[in-house]
């Protein structure tokens, strides 16, 4: 392993569960609505509002206007403001970081190490997520994709990132628990990559040499011992 110098997380299921946050934000926002009204069997709603996400997109503001219209439903106020609530709610109720997480990233930064994150999505959001988690002060650089218009696994994501914090990529190591968009992208610029297994991509497999990561971990807390 090359000298390194600098950790980058991704966010989701990195830092925190967020495959069980989306799962019980959108069961709950279910439930509420149907407790308001909304007359649907709760996996068949369930159901029809993941789909309505694949296809809109999750920063997609219209989800349960299209549920309703989706099951022969008028535009209801009260059953829209009972999903909403519930959905923010469970979202703040599940956003926090896991056990190990900020341990980890008080070790590193006693070690000497810049920590920084490399994540996808609006830069308003993933801030927000990193502010509610406690954790935006623990961070040397923060890269967001909407901010440099680059998306994971663009190798120029990692490369900014490294520049931003102060290093090359051979001195930096990336941990994320997608082997297509934080593993493969992060090897490919260079830098040392470590795959943790959480959330709905813990299966995923590799689809080539270069999504193989240089190690593998079950939790934050076994990447000190690598870079020990």
Sequence with gaps: MNKIKAVFFDIDNTLYDSTLQVEMVRRNAIKAMIEAGLEIDEE?????????????????????????????????????????????????????????????????????????????GLAVKQWEKLISLGLQHFFHAVLISEEVRKQKPDVEMFSIAAQRIGCTPKEAAMVGDRLDKDIGGAKRSGMTTIQILKGKYASQKPASQEEEPDYIVPDLKHILAILK
Excluded: C, M, W
Excluded at 91 to 105: G, N, R
């Design 44 to 120: 068949a709603g369930l159901k029809a509002l993941k789909e309505i996400v694949r296809v809109k997109g999750s920063n997609y503001d219209h989800q349960f206007n299209d549920l309703l219209e989706e099951f022969g439903y008028d535009n209801t106020p009260r059953i829209i403001a009972a999903g909403i609530l519930a959905y923010h709610n469970t979202k703040a109720a599940y956003l926090v970081p896991f056990p190990d997480t900020v341990s980890v990233l008080l070790k590193l930064r006693e070690r000497g190490y810049k920590i920084g994150v490399i994540t996808e």
